[in-house]
Each structure stands twice: as C-alpha cells, then as structure tokens.
C-alpha cells in the first residue's frame, strides 16, 4: 500500500491534481474520477478525469450539495453504492439519475475543515474493491495535503469552506 502512495505523491508533485486523479481512475473500472470542492453547499468541479475522454465536467462547473451523491460522503466520511438504482439507502433521495454506481470519499484539510470529496463515479453500476476502497480513503487524505498546500489566497478554491456536520 505504500507503494502505492508513494506513486501517488510522486504523480501529485509532478503532474499535479490531474495527473493524480488519472493514476486513481486506471485503478478502478469507474469512467470518471473527480474532486469536487464544498462552498456554500454548492459542490463544485476542480477537476475530473473521463476514461474514455468523451465528456467531463468542466472545472468550476456547479451543482447543490443536496442533489449529490456526494452529500452521503460528507456526511458520513465515506460512501459508497455499487448500484444506485437498487440501494435500498437511496430510496427517495434526490441525486442524478445518471449515476449509476459511486464511490466517495470526504476530503478534509488539517484543520478539520471540509474542502470537498474525491469519488469515482459512473453511469452504469461498477464496483470498488475494498483494498481499493481503503486505498482511496488513503488519497484523499494526500490529495488535501496537495491541495491545501497548493492553493493561495487568491485561489477561490482557497475561500470559505464548510465545516463537517458532527458525527
């Protein structure tokens, strides 16, 4: 596993955030890999990677925390559905209907500040491993290092983040 990190940090530091997301999404069968920032319950894309290299969210592209997958991860730390269709957890919650299968982690800065989440995703139902599952959980931790220590003041990534909700 630390291995594994240690490619990780080193793709980090020499081909930066895309770079990074790209290693992670080779290692699973998801289409995408995304790091979304939270400001205002507002996510956010800072960056994405596309396996096919057909569509991606463009950066600074928007979305409500509340109509996300990604709202489960800040809210839990992790979460993860194969099959969003068939989660029984996701019965009547709002997210888009195009995600078929996700897994996301919360990402958190040092001083317990939420800067947002890092998941794969995809349209049809896929899995993680959960070597792979722990494996991203790890990223995350080192991807807010990066970003923490990546953006300046004037990054508006840099702003206001929100706290993560107790428990």
Request: proline share 6%.
């Amino acid at each position: 596993m630390s291995l594994r990190l240690a490619q990780l940090e080193l793709t980090l530091r020499d081909g930066g955030l895309a770079s990074a997301l790209n290693y992670l999404n080779c290692r699973v069968s998801y289409r995408f890999t995304t790091v979304y920032r939270l400001q205002n319950q507002l996510l956010k894309v800072v960056e994405t990677v596309d396996k096919l290299n057909e569509s991606r969210p463009c950066p600074g592209q928007e979305k409500p925390l509340n109509e996300s997958l990604c709202r489960l991860a800040v809210a839990q730390g992790i979460f993860t559905s194969s099959n969003t269709a068939a989660d029984p957890h996701l019965a009547g919650a709002i997210y888009p209907s195009e995600v078929g299968s996700y897994s996301g982690v919360r990402l958190t800065l040092e001083n317990g500040e939420v800067f947002g989440t890092l998941c794969h995703h995809d349209l049809v139902p896929r899995s993680i491993s959960h070597m792979e599952y722990h494996f991203l959980e790890l990223a995350a931790k080192t991807i807010a290092r990066y970003l923490q220590q990546t953006m300046g003041p004037e990054d508006p990534a840099h702003g206001r983040r929100e706290q993560a909700p107790p428990g």
